[in-house]
T-cell receptor, first 110, second 116 residues
Framework: SQTIHQWPATLVQPVGSPLSLECTVE??????LYWYRQAAGRGLQLLFY??????ISSEVPQNLSASRPQDRQFILSSKKLLLSDSGFYLC?????????FGQGTRLTVV | AQKITQTQPGMFVQEKEAVTLDCTYD???????LFWYKQPSSGEMIFLIY??????QNATEGRYSLNFQKARKSANLVISASQLGDSAMYFC?????????????FGTGTKLQVIP
């Protein structure tokens, strides 16, 4: 069966520090992968999606970047975090009839 | 322009009653899919139901049904016999494309509160 791992679950980082969130998928090959951000009490904002290794599409210009070094690995990064980067980050992959989510990372930038 | 619009930021429903959560979408892709997810306070995303753009019948999964009106581009979620455990955020989402190219976007959500 397909599973998706996302870590860490929670993270507190100072302003100006770097960020690296990792997501890996098991049980499927060549998945379409996504990073979403959810501000408190708000909807899911699509940040990046990837249809293959090295192929990244950015939906919103921002302080973040994404990379896909391997087929089932998706990484969200920042060189210098801003206060506005705080939120709940979700990694996902999509099949035709369902999108599967990781457990999410609650990032607080202080 | 918003791809997915959920116009109800919050809804209340009496326990055991039915409730309809609204969702409209916008796409020029002839092949698309519509999803509903439930997000409790824990943050996990729970898949509820899926409707494909070519499906002739409205999707149903237990107490959940999707009222798909293609010409109106709406995909409302109907929850029958509401339970206290149904209190959560509900998100409508759309997949555009198939196969190697897909993109899934979400609406802003509706917070449902079930009243005893």
């Amino acid at each position: 069966s397909q599973t998706i791992h996302q870590w860490p679950a929670t993270l507190v980082q100072p302003v100006g520090s770097p960020l690296s969130l990792e997501c890996t998928v098991e049980g499927t090959s060549n998945p379409n992968l996504y990073w979403y951000r959810q501000a408190a009490g708000r909807g899911l904002q699509l940040l990046f999606y990837s249809v293959g290794i090295g192929q990244i599409s950015s939906e919103v210009p921002q302080n973040l970047s994404a990379s896909r070094p391997q087929d089932r690995q998706f990484i969200l990064s920042s060189k210098k975090l801003l206060l506005s980067d705080s939120g709940f980050y979700l990694c996902a992959w999509s099949a035709v009839t369902e999108a599967f989510f990781g457990q999410g990372t609650r990032l607080t930038v202080v | 322009a918003q791809k997915i619009t959920q116009t109800q930021p919050g809804m209340f429903v009496q326990e055991k009653e039915a409730v309809t959560l609204d969702c409209t979408y916008d796409t020029s892709d002839p092949s698309y899919g519509l999803f509903w997810y439930k997000q409790p306070s824990s943050g996990e995303m729970i898949f509820l139901i899926y409707q494909g753009s070519y499906d002739q019948q409205n999707a149903t999964e237990g107490r959940y049904s999707l009222n798909f009106q293609k010409a109106r581009k709406s995909a409302n979620l109907v929850i029958s016999a509401s339970q206290l455990g149904d209190s959560a955020m509900y998100f409508c989402a759309m997949r555009e494309g198939r196969g190697g190219y897909q993109k899934v976007t979400f609406g802003t959500g509706t917070k449902l509160q079930v009243i005893p």
